[in-house]
T-cell receptor, first 115, second 111 residues
Framework: DVKVTQSSRYLVKRTGEKVFLECVQDMDHENMFWYRQDPGLGLRLIYFSYDVKMKEKGDIPEGYSVSREKKERFSLILESASTNQTSMYLC??????????????FGQGTRLTVV | LAKTTQPISMDSYEGQEVNITCSHNNIATNDYITWYQQFPSQGPRFIIQGYKTKVTNEVASLFIPADRKSSTLSLPRVSLSDTAVYYCLVVFTGGGNKLTFGTGTQLKVEL
């Protein structure tokens, strides 16, 4: 069975802390994505990666960075957490960088609260 | 990237067919149309994908006219468990596979 695992379901951090959100997929997928979801705003793409050590900015990359040192793992980093980064964060992966298989698999999400 | 527009919300009753239309006026040749479903407190789940005409699977049908500027997701005989947010995506398959979601359509099914 396909699996995307996010390291935490709930997280509470203080303003100014450096926060790491981890995501692991076991499907040998090339693409991995980080989104945040807020009421009324839908899912917004923060960053994505199509290969190890490769990253591309999504629609709202400000305040975030990412790391992909291994194919199966994609980390989202909040360099200095702020209250406006309180959100649900969702990780996803999909098989191919190029091609017609556009199915993505999502993790359960991490609800981050910054106080 | 092609922008999509879909209704914010729809209401239906159990047993009815529901059609959700998405417009994507600037869709490109290498773009595929993909729909996802999201239940509360879960990540989105892939439902169906198509390029043109009609695609059907065990969950839904997808109708795409010849000009591909819109598409319609059809859910036959909905039940309460189909209450969810439905997202229409246009995905460029020529490289990058960037998946951009919008705000989706909140479908509410009642008895």
């Amino acid at each position: 069975d396909v699996k995307v695992t996010q390291s935490s379901r709930y997280l509470v951090k203080r303003t100014g802390e450096k926060v790491f959100l981890e995501c692991v997929q076991d499907m040998d997928h090339e693409n991995m994505f980080w989104y945040r979801q807020d009421p009324g705003l839908g899912l917004r793409l923060i960053y994505f990666s199509y290969d190890v050590k490769m990253k591309e900015k999504g629609d709202i990359p400000e305040g975030y960075s990412v790391s992909r040192e291994k194919k199966e793992r994609f980390s989202l980093i909040l360099e200095s957490a702020s209250t406006n980064q309180t959100s649900m964060y969702l990780c996803a992966s999909s098989l191919e960088r190029v091609g017609r298989n556009t199915e993505a698999f999502f993790g359960q999400g991490t609800r981050l609260t910054v106080v | 990237l092609a922008k999509t527009t879909q209704p914010i919300s729809m209401d239906s009753y159990e047993g009815q067919e529901v059609n959700i239309t998405c417009s994507h006026n600037n869709i490109a040749t290498n773009d595929y149309i993909t729909w996802y479903q999201q239940f509360p407190s879960q990540g989105p789940r892939f439902i169906i994908q198509g390029y043109k005409t009609k695609v059907t699977n065990e969950v839904a049908s997808l109708f795409i006219p010849a000009d591909r500027k819109s598409s319609t997701l059809s859910l036959p005989r909905v039940s309460l468990s189909d209450t969810a947010v439905y997202y229409c995506l246009v995905v460029f398959t020529g490289g990058g596979n960037k998946l951009t979601f919008g705000t989706g359509t909140q479908l509410k099914v009642e008895l």
